[in-house]
Structures are given as C-alpha cells and as structure tokens.
C-alpha cells in the first residue's frame, strides 16, 4: 500500500478523501444535532441538477452542483421555518426535482456523459487537481465560518425561538448553515457521489455523539473517522484489487466501513451506557 | 396593577386579539405589568398562555390592539427580555454543556462578548445552584436541573422582564432553596411573569393574578376566590385553602387539576 503511494492518482484520492472529511466532520456535527438529515439528503440529490447543467451548458459539472445546492438550501431552509408538516413532502419535491432536472439536462446534452456515475456513487481514484483545488476552498470557507459563528450554529441548532428573542437574528444564522452544509455536500461529491453523501455527513457524526456530549468534541471526533473510513475504503479497494483482480470502487466501500464502525461502537456504548459520557 | 416606581411599564396591551387558524384564541386582552411586578398568569391548558408569551416576545403578531414592551416595540426590546422556555420541549440528547446553554443568552445581546461573560454566565449558575454542573451534559440533568439552567440562561441577558412557562412543570427534587424564593428576590430587580396552568403550585408571594382564558380577568390583589377561578376556567371549581399551598380540584370527577 505504501508503494502505491507512488501512484499520483492515490495521491490525489487520499488528498480529496482527507479535505473533504474535514467538511463533513464539521457540518454533519451540526446536521445529526439538529436532526436535518433528511433536509440534508435533499440538497445532495438537488446538487445532481447542477451536474446535469454543467453538462449541458459547458461549464464544469462540480460548479453547477454548488449553485444548485446552494439555491436547494435557500428553499429547504426558508420552508423549513414556515411550512411545518408540510415540509418533508416539499424536501422530497427539491430532492426530486433536483435529480429530474440533471437528467433532463444530461440527455439533451450534446454527446454521451460519459462520468455521469461517477457523479451520482463518486469516483475518488479519477479526483482531479482541479477538483482538489474546489475542495480546498469550500474547506477554507467552511472552516473559517464554524471557527467564527460557531456560538450563534449552535444556539441555533439548539433552540432557535430562544436564539430570536435574545437577539441574534436566527432566521439568517440558520440559512447560512443551510449553505455551508450545501457546500460540505459539494466536497464529497467526487469522494461518494451524491446518492451517498448523506452517509458520509450523518454516520461519522452519529458515531461521535456515542462517545462525546459537546458538538465540539463530536466536530474532532468525526473529521477522524470520516478520514479513517475514507483511507479505509482506499485501502481496502487496492486490497480487493491486488488480491481477487476485482474492481470496486473505494467510495461505497469507505460507507460500508462507517456503517460497521457505527454498529460497532453502538454495541459497544450500549454496553457502557451505565455511566454517561465525558462531557 | 402595582405603581411604576420608575420608567415606562415592563409590558402594556390594550385590546389585544388574535386568531390562528380563523380561531380566537386571544380577545381584547389588556394587561400592564410594571417594572417590579411579580405576576403569575393562570388558565386551563389551549387558553392562549403561551400564544400570549409569544405575543410579548414578538413571536407572533396580534391582529388587533396594540403591544408595548420596555417602552417599545416588542422586537426593538430583544435581548432585555428573559424567556424560560418549557423544559418538555427540549431535546435533552442535544449533545452540549450546561454552561454552553448558559452562554447563549449573552449571543443577541448589547452585552455580548466583553470579558464579564464567563464571570456572569458563573454567576447566574450559582444563583440557580448549579454550579457544581456546569460542565455536564444536559442529558445528565433531571427536569427540574434542566429549569434552573434555563433560568440562569435568561439571567445572563440581565433583562429588565423575566418570562417562566409553566416553571412549575418540574421542580420535582428540593435542592437547595426553592425556586420561588428565586423568583421573588428576581421580582425586587425585575418584572418577573410566572405562566401556568397549576393554580395549586402558584406562590403566595406573587403580587397579582391574571386568569387567562381567551379573555383575560386581571386580580391585583391574588384574591383566588371560586369566582375569579370559574370565571377564568369557565367551569365550576372547587377551591380548597389550607393556607398554603392551594390545591383545586375540578368538578367533573373524572379529572384532577
């Protein structure tokens, strides 16, 4: 495994899988604390449009899934205060709507697509720097947004009516988090896909709050087992490859792995739950 | 209700109406709590309490009458008001620290982020006495634990009207001092309005009574006599006063308040 360290294009997976791991960490801290997974399932399959789009209008499919993303947050979000019980049947029309719209797009697009799968279950081993470079910024803005707004996210999350009566201006606060995590979803796309992001921000973070009682503690936790499932899933591609000649793709192979890390630290909490966790 | 010793009253309505879902649940409700008043609003569960907490708290909009709170608009007073939520309604697996919930109500406020917050996030925690937990869980803490966090959140804001739904829903254990004697020596620094549908758990200390059954009927001086209660409850009750507490029992014999 070492020696396939050589290979530039296991460099860049690794590179991608670790970038985007910080994204997910962070944002799906604050996804599985306030319960929005499916909301958040929604803006990953909207991004799909934004593909498609790409596709079609010439202009790379990764932008086209941050703007879209971005506008599925804005309307997920917005509804989300106003619509009540209303609202997992207007995720659902986002969410469809979003992947209709892709592939309308893709097969009025001139020619054949030929990576369109690798968009909707991700293609970690054809990650290109170009796609690296994207990750590193929206890393940065995400970053740099959780280091300063942390306090007003989580006294969002927490208790948004009482965040509005003190003063802080939650209605804004909540869309912009509706926005980083459209674009923590942009940041796996290559890494997963669009179909598997959801896993990805929810399963790490799910897995952490096992083991931690502050969103801080569940950020830490999670950035390192989304980047251990991540290596995991490369590792054990080049592993299924070298040892049976069989090809899978590491993405859905790093989601296998959270999955029975999070089965797995469930039993193991169940069987220490007679004392609660360290705050 | 009490005299204003200084400034404008902590809250003022006049004819106050509101519908939701073309159904009445506030009409011509007036009421004006002055700045040291300690005021315990009754009434039967879905007779409007809280859509009136949310009418003063700028959450919702009357359709009719007018809202004054601190001399203003209810939003322009944001951040000088304190709101103690329910406990029920709290997600307690939320994975954050008590003095974290603490530290919200500094958030909004004209006086977040000096370097007094930690000391007065510490000093709110040890009037409630729950110092002694401010690195636990919220998951850890029992309902009543959970209250006191709540209250010392608001405290942090130092408002100048303190809000309490139905505070008294959980104060199951007797730690300490009790919450009442907190909440009268909170009434000598700001108006302090107590929301419940327990006429039994309500203090004595309280200086005014308002019974809030879509309409509101207003006692200066707490006299919870069966009239003032049937007139709020709109149905017969039986008042039993042995000093204190007060205990009242419903008339249909099939359920208890």
Redesign the interface.
Known sequence: MIDALDQPFLQRALLAGLLASVACGLIGSYVVAKRISSLTGGLAHAAFGGVGLGYLAGFPPLLGATGFALLAALLVGEAQRRLGEALETWVSIVWSVGMALGIVFVALAPGYAPDLMSYLFGSLLFVSWETIAWIVALDVLILGSVAVFHPLFEAVCFDEEYAEVAGVRAEAVFLGLMGLTALAIVTVIRVVGVILAIALLTLPATTARHWTSSLRGMMALSVALSAASIVGGLVLAQALGTAFGVSVPPGPLAILLAAVVYAASSGLQRRTAATPPPG | MSAADQGSPAVELEGVGLALRGIPVLEDVSLTIGPRDYLALLGPNGGGKTTLLRVI???ARPDRGRVRVLGGEPRAA??R?G?V?QVFR??QD????VE??V???R????LRGGASDPEACAGALERVEMSAHA???I??LSGGQLQRVLIA?ALV?EPELLLLDEPTASLDERIGRSVWELFEELSQEMAVVVVSHDIGAISRQVRGVACLNRRLHVHPEKELTTEVLEAAYGCPVDLLAHGHPHRVLSDHGDEHR
């Open positions: 708290l700028g959450l944001r951040g008001v709101y939520p709290f997600d939320f994975p954050i620290r974290d919930v530290r919200m109500g958030l909004g406020s004209r690195e636990r869980p998951g850890a959140r804001q």
